[in-house]
């Protein structure tokens, strides 16, 4: 995962970063697209705050966790994991 700033995610006319008040609605989207994570925004060491999305069954192969402050790259991960985050 990368270390830089946060972009705008595909679409999106402006970025949005985990600190800003249209988080809570990124993280109600990504629930409904992605519904075996979970998902938030913490602080994570040096890199400040960051989007978390975490497998809600930890025990289910595939991809488990994702740490970024990118919110394109989050995405990224989480749909090729198989678009709805469950592995195929």
């Excluded at 994570?44 to 497998?55: K, N, P």
């Amino acid at each position: 995962m990368s270390d830089h700033g946060a972009r705008a995610c595909p679409g999106a006319s402006a970025p949005i970063t985990p600190d800003a008040p249209a988080a809570a609605d990124e993280i109600s989207r990504l629930t409904v697209a992605y519904p075996a994570f979970r998902f938030g925004c913490q602080m994570v060491g040096r890199h400040g705050s960051c989007w978390v999305a975490e497998r809600k069954n930890g025990l289910h192969p595939g991809l488990h966790t994702v740490i970024t402050s990118d919110l394109g790259e989050l995405h990224a991960a989480l749909a090729a994991e198989g678009g709805d985050g469950y592995a195929r």
